[in-house]
T-cell receptor, first 114, second 111 residues
Framework: DTEVTQTPKHLVMGMTNKKSLKCEQH?????MYWYKQKAKKPPELMFV???????INESVPSRFSPECPNSSLLNLHLHALQPEDSALYLC?????????????FGSGTQLSVL | RKEVEQDPGPFNVPEGATVAFNCTYS??????FFWYRQDCRKEPKLLMS???SGNEDGRFTAQLNRASQYISLLIRDSKLSDSATYLC????????????FGAGTRLFVKA
């Protein structure tokens, strides 16, 4: 069983909706990540938080807004999404953001934008 | 050229077969290497790290060839449950931490 918990597992939203994805880990990891994955493609990095501070934003559109309230929680706020944003959104954590770190993924949120 | 390249497959093999996947990477500054397994509509899960000396975990053996910049994964005695996509992952420190996923190799093991 994964030790990274994501909610909700499935989400359907309209282009004018505002929703949030949530991620929680209790492994004491200090780095947390958001990835986006389209079908039959590898995960694409969106954001990295290191010690609760945003360290990497991979030029993600502003309709995606990350938030790290504390070392265990990571949110992704969604607003005015487009149908092409439909994908599996994966949260991951690792002990730190140094090379060699193994990623632990949550089970993901399957998002459909109508 | 992609930073991490894998043969997408699919590889269709019978139960009990031995199958090998290769992955090449372009950044010689790459420092750590992993194989992840991903089932359909599920999250990637770490299968094993890859070391220069080679490492084995049960039926799975991983090798790293730094000179040729490729890594490999060998699966012996394939099981139906091995059917999945295998992702090659490379970490490099090029002025900043960067994790790069290969596109994945799909494996189907048939009875």
């Amino acid at each position: 069983d994964t030790e990274v918990t994501q909610t909700p597992k499935h989400l359907v939203m309209g282009m004018t909706n505002k929703k949030s994805l949530k991620c929680e880990q209790h492994m004491g990891h200090r780095a947390m990540y958001w990835y986006k994955q389209k079908a039959k493609k590898p995960p694409e990095l969106m954001f990295v938080y290191s010690y609760e501070k945003l360290s990497i934003n991979e030029s993600v559109p502003s309709r995606f807004s990350p938030e790290c309230p504390n070392s265990s929680l990571l949110n992704l706020h969604l607003h005015a999404l487009q149908p092409e944003d439909s994908a599996l959104y994966l949260c991951a954590s690792s002990p730190r953001t140094t090379e060699g770190e193994k990623l632990f993924f949550g089970s993901g949120t399957q998002l459909s934008v109508l | 050229r992609k930073e991490v390249e894998q043969d997408p497959g699919p590889f269709n093999v019978p139960e009990g077969a031995t199958v090998a996947f290769n992955c090449t990477y372009s950044n010689s500054a790459s420092q750590s290497f992993f194989w992840y397994r991903q089932d359909c509509r599920k999250e990637p899960k770490l299968l094993m790290s890859v070391y220069s000396s080679g490492n084995e975990d049960g039926r799975f053996t991983a090798q790293l060839n730094r000179a040729s910049q490729y890594i490999s994964l060998l699966i012996r005695d394939s099981k139906l449950s091995d059917s999945a996509t295998y992702l090659c992952v490379v970490n490099a420190n090029t002025g900043g931490f960067k994790t790069i996923f290969g596109a994945g190799t799909r494996l189907f093991v048939k009875a």
